[in-house]
């Protein structure tokens, strides 16, 4: 029965890893930029809530904080990364992850190495029993649902939409593209602005979930990383699939002994990558 | 008019004269100096060595990393292992510390080969996280709270000092010459043609995957000298300390502010960035926020770093690359 309840608290983990990744998945689809920002802007979006929230209500805070995410990703793209991707592949790499390094310091600067969390009442600590011996959280199942209909969410936007064709045909071929028309650097602008909206979200839920601090960055862009390679490059569900399978590896690993949860997540990831290095969804269409 | 080719500058018949007075200047230098002062050339030799080599890896070998902390952290717990642990004396833990690093880096290559670009640099990363959570597990090297270095217990602080000096010296020298050497060979021209076009260069007969893992181990060894050198001037070894990004932070910088791809800017950066930190150590983690702000403006402004843009790409030290003059003929 331990290992059921080990198995599910994994899954929905892996809901929260899966958010945490789509952003990073698809701003290297469109333009092969690797943010090695990613997850210190996800903390940032963590931080900016405890601030809102502060003076008001802790969803009216997030609903500011995730456009201010979106601005920001737009903003950064159309002044810096733009530029440096003209620049070479070398260019995008080491500024977003001087980015990494600037946000990072920053947020210790203002906000100190003390670890906080983002206060969610009632829902933070309620939870729903299946059996005797199991039960899920709210807040789990909630970013579960949300990492699902984000990557569906995507996903649509991606196959339906005007701009979502406009996207992944700069993705195919950004000559090609511009010479129909389409404005390739607006476009990076919006996928960067939404890759910063995905992470925005998974940091908020992040930091309802558990404690975080400025040095958690890095650990949440490691862990998108793995997600993205095990399900396979440019695979919006691969990403999905991916983190699920990561979070059920550190968790059946947590279960064997507390210290050894992530080192089997690492793990889990370097045998995909040895064994099946395309990742378990290999690239389909729509990404 | 016909074209001349020629690797040198006019300004490279300076260098080994210039090179070896340095040279000199700077294996007296201890007995002139207060041992504070050689403490901080120990610094600064350590970010040449670490500068250097990430700068062979990346702006020569193409392979930009973020997680040659790694290496450097194998190289200190290596040394701390031989000497405390096997009781072997510094150098032959050093040696046996470097040589066991470029051993790891072969099959750890085997894995980050399979990524590319920036996920590679990704890749490397979680490797660096993977080597300190298994470090933190093995008790005998100190878990997660470190370990101490005894090996130096029974010599005085001057001689210790001034010994952990010539090696650094002694290190920097090696490196530099070996960079030097190496991109002169064979390799490195096929670094080079991978690394301006990996496909071309397959083309053209280049092994890129052997060439890019010879220089990926090589460049393990370099930081783990580092990393020993580290070890023997800190006497401690902590897992959070020598396994931290910063490290990436701040090699990347010096090589980007310096000049990426020439053997000249990383010295340039390091020396730029010594000043820099000695200035700014004060301020914390603004500190690290101030590099990062210049790297940017850097890599966006002055692609070429500090080097190329005092040289405009004419001058060269260390000649690596090939210049083509005009020269009229009779």
Not at chain 1, 180 to 198: D, E, K, Q, S, V
Not at chain 2, 76 to 90: E, I, R
Request: net charge positive; glycine share 12%; hydrophobic share 55%.
């Amino acid at each position: 029965m331990i290992w059921t309840n080990a198995i599910l608290q994994g899954l929905l983990v892996g809901g929260l890893y899966a958010l945490l990744a789509s952003g990073l998945s698809l701003v290297f689809g469109v333009m092969r930029i690797v943010n090695l920002g990613h997850g210190d802007f996800s903390i940032l979006a963590a931080y900016l809530v405890l601030i809102v929230a502060g003076h008001s209500n802790l969803w009216l805070g997030t609903i500011a904080v995730l456009p201010i995410m979106a601005l920001l990703g737009y903003a950064l793209q159309r002044s810096l990364l733009n530029r440096a991707l003209s620049l070479g592949v070398l260019s995008p790499l080491l500024i977003t992850f001087a980015f990494s390094i600037i946000l990072q310091n920053a947020l210790l600067k203002i906000f100190s190495s003390d670890t906080r969390s983002i206060q969610t009442e009632s829902l933070g600590s309620a939870s729903l029993k299946i059996t005797e011996s199991i039960s899920v959280g709210y807040l789990p199942l909630i970013t579960f649902f949300v990492g699902v209909i984000l990557t569906l969410t995507l996903h649509v936007f991606l196959t339906r939409t005007q701009l979502g064709r406009a996207m992944r045909a700069t993705s195919d071929d950004p000559t090609a593209a511009e010479l129909i028309g389409i404005n390739n650097r607006h476009i990076y602008g919006l996928a960067t602005g939404i890759g910063l909206f995905a992470a925005g979200i998974a940091g908020i839920l992040f930091g309802m979930r558990t404690q975080f601090s400025p040095s958690l960055g890095p650990v949440a862009l490691i862990f998108a990383f793995e997600a993205v390679i095990i399900g396979g490059l440019g695979s919006l569900w691969g990403t999905l699939v991916g983190g699920i399978v990561l979070g059920i590896g550190q968790s059946i690993g947590a279960q064997i002994n507390p210290a050894f949860g992530v080192l089997a997540g690492h793990l889990v990831f370097i045998t995909i990558l040895l064994f099946k290095p395309q990742g378990l969804l290999s690239k389909q269409r729509g990404t | 008019m016909s074209n001349v080719i020629k690797r040198s500058s006019k300004f490279t018949y300076f260098t080994i004269p210039v090179f070896v007075i340095i040279l000199i200047g700077l294996y007296v230098l201890p007995s002139k100096l207060d041992f504070s002062y050689q403490i901080k050339f120990v610094d600064l030799f350590v970010l040449i060595i670490i500068a250097t080599m990430w700068n062979l890896l990346a702006g020569f070998g193409g392979l930009v990393s973020v997680g040659q902390q790694a290496f450097i952290g194998i190289g200190a717990y290596s040394l701390v292992f031989f000497t405390d642990l096997k009781g072997q004396s510094v150098i032959v833990a050093m040696v046996c510390a470097v040589i066991f690093s470029g051993l790891v880096a072969i099959p750890l290559s085997f894995i980050v080969f399979r990524l590319k670009g920036g996920y590679f640099a990704i890749g490397t990363w979680v490797l660096a996280e993977i080597i300190k959570l298994i470090i933190v597990q093995i008790q005998s090297l100190g878990g997660g709270a470190g370990i101490s270095l005894g090996a130096f217990a029974e010599i005085g602080r001057a001689d210790r000092i001034k010994m952990v000096y010539l090696l650094a010296l002694a290190v920097s020298v090696v490196i530099l010459l070996g960079t030097f050497l190496l991109m002169r060979s064979r390799l490195g021209l096929a670094l080079t043609a991978i690394r301006d076009d990996a496909t071309a260069a397959g083309t053209l007969g280049v092994n890129v995957s052997l060439a890019q893992r010879t220089v990926f181990v090589v460049v393990a060894m370099g930081f783990a000298a580092a990393g020993s050198l580290i070890a023997l001037t800190n006497l401690r070894v902590q897992p959070d300390d020598i396994f931290s990004v910063n490290y990436s932070a701040i090699m990347i910088f010096i090589v980007v502010v310096g000049g990426l791809g020439t053997i000249e800017g990383p010295i340039l950066g390091a020396i730029l960035f010594f000043f820099l930190q000695e200035r700014l150590r004060d301020y914390g983690s603004i500190y690290l926020i101030i590099l990062g702000v210049v790297a940017i403006l850097s890599v966006l402004l002055a692609p070429r770093g500090l080097w190329g843009l005092i040289t405009r790409d004419k001058v060269s030290l260390f000649p690596t690359r090939y210049f083509i003059s005009k020269k009229r003929e009779g």
